[in-house]
């Protein structure tokens, strides 16, 4: 499907990435976002509230990220798009409503433009510190998707691949920004709408007495229906079957939790985002993602220009893991470099995948 | 372009920093600019050491004291602040540094600031800030001297060789 022409800004702007990801939203169709503003993410919110109503929308500043994190899931519901955009200390607050929107398979998009914490931290600094939050924030066993943005023209493209993410695996995918992307003004070029594909809702095609909301059909995702069309279902975070009423018995949480999870898992080839530079023959490759992954460009560049060789492996996707790509380079790797701004959090899982593959070596730690 | 701030709303010292390339820009704060605009005093001592080696000065000329700068350094001064008074608003001195930043760097075409004025301001101070920047321009020109050792215009005030 192709996108709806009144959202599109089609043209060159010179906007910041919080611009850029609200062009990038209303770009793919969403018509609803509920917020509470907080630096460095203000300006997704300001500049939809301004945008919204010129193409028919709602915007609702909500009392705080709680309420605006389920509130948003009321309109999905209700059959909008739907996102929310918060930064570290309200992305903390919506923990418990990511949760909801994986068990009820609400497909929607939290922005986090990530900046220093813990707590009210650095507002005005960049971080990626929430990468672990954005994976296992959530109480509960489940799968995300997380994307990552280097360029405000990222923060337009990958908006648009988060929605259609969101959709078309009926999930809450996090898309992590940080305040450099997210403040950093730079040349965004918005395609024509007919150039721009839209993942649409997986609606029921049944009829109101044929419908189980959670029936999968076959498929690992089921197909929805909204508030108001006349069709009976019930939404709990409560464990429940495919009727979607609560059923609290240990073979309905194992057949629910075990299809949350691989229907992501099982689809990782087709969610797995990565931009790749020389790694043919590298021996040392640097991992990296969001603004990191530009500094490091220059490092690379400087390390190549000595004779090293070294490879690139940026992760567009960050959740779920690309272990697969991390394995098949560490045998033929002495070392990994993984450069992010916190102490630590993906060269974890580029441990975890390397381990007892790679050469000398397993990964560098950012030091202390 | 980035941006600098404090979680203070008015009042506190903020930056802009913009790079321009025709390579991809893979850093994207500045770290020795050649051209820096100055508007506090506050802002002079704490960023002019930064300033490349040879770079460009420009400062509001009743708000900065210029003192102990490289002697490579070149100069330019505009009284930014009288001149948006002389239309009303003070507010506006940012467009008329902007027009003196066109007129004495020589950088950008006047006509594409000109337009980028216009659009990064409300349509209803268009008009305001345009003639703002038209004043900045203006006092920019009339003070380039030809030196006849670079065969440029210039105006070169405190830092002479």
Not at chain 1, 250 to 279: C, F, M
Not at chain 1, 318 to 330: G, H, S, T
Request: hydrophobic fraction near 40%.
């Amino acid at each position: 499907m192709k996108a709806d022409p009144r959202g599109v800004l089609t043209g060159t702007h010179f906007i910041d990435g919080d611009h850029a990801c609200c062009e990038g939203a209303l770009a793919v169709g969403s018509r609803f976002a509920a917020g509470y503003p907080i630096t460095p993410s203000t300006e997704v919110l300001e500049r939809f509230a301004a945008r919204v109503p010129t193409v028919g929308g709602t915007f609702i500043q909500m009392e705080d990220e709680l309420a605006a994190s389920i509130t948003l899931q009321g309109a999905v519901w209700g059959g909008a798009k739907a996102f929310t955009v918060t930064s570290g200390p309200g992305f903390s607050l919506m923990m418990e409503h990511i949760g909801y929107a994986v068990m009820t398979e609400t497909p929607c998009v939290f922005v986090d433009v990530q900046r220093g914490g813990p707590s009210t931290g650095l507002p005005t600094l960049p971080a990626q510190a929430d990468m672990m939050q954005a994976r296992w924030g959530s109480h509960g066993d489940y799968e995300i998707i997380a994307l990552c943005p280097n360029s405000p023209q990222e923060c337009f493209d990958l908006t648009i691949k988060a929605f259609n993410f969101s959709e078309d695996f009926r999930v809450p995918v996090m898309f992590m920004m940080d305040e450099v992307v997210g403040h950093m003004t730079e040349k965004v070029v918005i395609p024509p709408a007919d150039e721009i594909e839209v993942v649409p809702r997986r609606h029921t095609k049944r009829s109101v007495d044929d419908y189980l909301p959670y029936a999968t059909n076959g498929d690992q995702v089921a197909e929805m229906a909204h508030a108001g069309e006349g069709y009976k279902f019930h939404v709990t975070g409560l464990t429940h079957d495919e009727h979607g009423y609560p059923n609290m018995t240990p073979q309905t949480q194992d057949k629910l939790i075990r299809r949350l999870q691989s229907k992501i898992r099982d689809a990782v080839d087709r969610i797995t985002l990565l931009e790749e530079d020389g790694l043919e023959g590298a021996d040392v490759v640097v991992v990296s993602y969001g603004i990191t992954s530009r500094v490091a460009q220059r490092a690379i560049e400087l390390a190549r220009q000595q004779g090293l060789r070294v490879g690139k492996l940026r992760l567009i996707t960050c959740w779920p893991f690309p272990e697969k790509r991390i394995r098949e380079l560490a045998p033929d790797t002495k070392a990994f470099v993984v450069p992010e701004l916190n102490l630590g959090q993906m060269v974890r899982e580029v441990e975890r995948a390397a381990r007892a593959l790679a050469g000398r070596a397993s990964s560098c730690r950012p030091s202390s | 372009m980035t941006q600098n701030f404090g979680p203070e709303a008015r009042g506190a010292a903020c930056t802009a920093q913009l790079l321009l390339s025709d390579q991809p820009i893979l850093y994207p704060y500045v770290t020795q600019p050649d051209i820096m605009v100055v508007m506090s005093q506050e802002a002079y001592t704490r960023f002019v050491p930064e300033l490349k080696e040879g770079g460009t000065l420009i400062v509001e000329q009743d708000l900065v004291r210029v003192a102990d700068l490289p002697r490579q350094t070149k100069v330019y001064s505009c009284p930014a602040t009288r001149l948006a008074e002389e239309l009303g608003k003070r507010m506006v001195l940012n467009s008329v540094m902007v027009g003196f930043f066109t007129a004495v760097t020589q950088l950008l075409k006047p006509e594409a600031v000109r337009r980028a004025v216009a659009d990064s301001v409300p349509s209803t101070l268009q008009e305001l800030n345009l003639k703002a920047f038209e004043n900045g321009y203006g006092y920019g020109v009339k003070s380039l001297v030809f030196n006849p050792h670079s065969q440029e215009l210039e105006q070169v005030i405190y830092a002479k060789e």
